[in-house]
């Protein structure tokens, strides 16, 4: 008999919005954007509410925004 695995999906998610390029800025932040999953201006991505994701988010305020539901 296969036991059934349940995975927890988070309830608490981030809905990001890149409002500025990322022309100019240092490399680190640059990777701070591709890691995050945003390509381009106005790319909307979803994220769990973590802190590692809050923590991102935190060192690249001038170049996104997070949207409210």
Known sequence: ?????????????LRIQQVKSPIGCPSAQRDVLRSLGLRRIRHVVERPD???????????????QILED
Do not use: E
């Not at 008999?1 to 998610?13: E, F, G, L, Q, W």
């Open 1 to 13: 008999m296969a036991s059934k695995t349940k995975t927890k999906k988070s309830d608490k998610t």
């Open 50 to 64: 973590t802190a590692a994701v809050r923590g991102m988010v935190n060192k690249i305020p001038h170049l996104v």
